[in-house]
C-alpha cells in the first residue's frame, strides 16, 4: 500500500536556473510506503535521488507535522549525486553542479525547511555521461565518466582528468566500452567500481546474452566478482563488508571481497531502472 505525496512547489529547494524545456512537467504524481515518513522521522534522515528520463533532482523528507515532503527541481539528464559539507553534488547531462545550503544551524525557511539549496558553481563537463560520484579526501569530487570508461576529477582547463581506468580498458575513447558506473569509497579514496562488462570495443557491453558484470578493487586491478548482472552502487560498510545492486536481477548483494561470492540481502523489483539514490542525513 502506498501514500499518495504532493510535492510542493517550493519546498527544500530553490528553483533550478534556467527555465525547463517545453513540455517538461512542473510536478509529478509520487507514491510513498506507508511507513516511509515514520522511518525518516525515527531517523531523523532524508534523501535525495534522480531520474535521468525525466531529468529530475527530487529531494524527500518530512514535514513538522510528519507528513513526507518532496521537492522536484528540473536538471537534464540528472544522474550522479552527493551529500557532502553541508552541500549537494549533481551531475547532468554536461555539467557538474554544486548546490550549497544557504541556511544557518538551526535556521529554519518558511517555518518548516532546516535545509535550502542554491545552485552555486557549475562545472562544464560536456556529455562524458556521468553515473555516480562521491568526494575524495580533500573535498573534490570523483566521478564514474561512463561514455570515457574510467574515473575521473574535474580540471581546470579539460573537460576532465581521468585518475583510473579498468585493466582491461586500452585506451581512453568516447566509446562507453564496458558501462562503468558504480563507485565506493573507502577513506577518501576510490575503492570499488562496477562496470556492466569487460568488453573492450565500443558499445561492446550491450548484446545477448547480457555480459557478465563485475566488481574491480580500483587499488591493485582486481576483479573481485564476474558473478553480476548488470551491477550497480557498490558500498562499503563501516564493518568492511561490501553491498553492491545486482540490478539485472533485482538483487541487493553482499559480495565477499576475496572470494567474490555473491550473498542476496533483498530482491528489490524495478532496481534495473537508471535511477541514482543517495541516503544522506540532512539534519
Known sequence: MTDQVSPPVHAGASQTPGVPPEGVPQETKIGASRGLAAWLTRHKTSFAFTS????????????????????????GRAMGVCWDRDGLWLATRAHLWRLENILKAGEIAE?????SLMARTMYVTGDIDVHELSVDQTGNPVFVNTAYSCLAKL?????????????????????????????????????YVTTVSQTDVADGWHGRPLPKGVLIDVEDD???????????????????????????????VEVNPQTGNCVILHFAPGSSAAWHCLASTLW
Open 52 to 75: 535521468y528520463q525525466s531529468g529530475r533532482l527530487l529531494l524527500t523528507g518530512t514535514m513538522p507535522d510528519g507528513t513526507i515532503s518532496v521537492n522536484q527541481q528540473h536538471f
Open 222 to 252: 582486481r576483479i573481485v566478482s564476474d558473478r553480476l548482472l548488470m551491477p550497480h552502487s557498490p558500498r562499503l560498510a563501516d564493518d568492511g563488508r561490501v553491498y553492491a545492486v545486482d540490478s539485472g536481477r533485482g538483487y541487493v
Open 155 to 191: 580540471d581546470p582547463i579539460h573537460s576532465f582528468k581521468p585518475i583510473w581506468k579498468p585493466p582491461f580498458i586500452s585506451e581512453l575513447a568516447h566509446e562507453d566500452r564496458c558501462h562503468m558506473n558504480g563507485l565506493g569509497m573507502l577513506a577518501g579514496k576510490p575503492k
Open 111 to 115: 517555518g518548516r525547511f532546516d535545509v
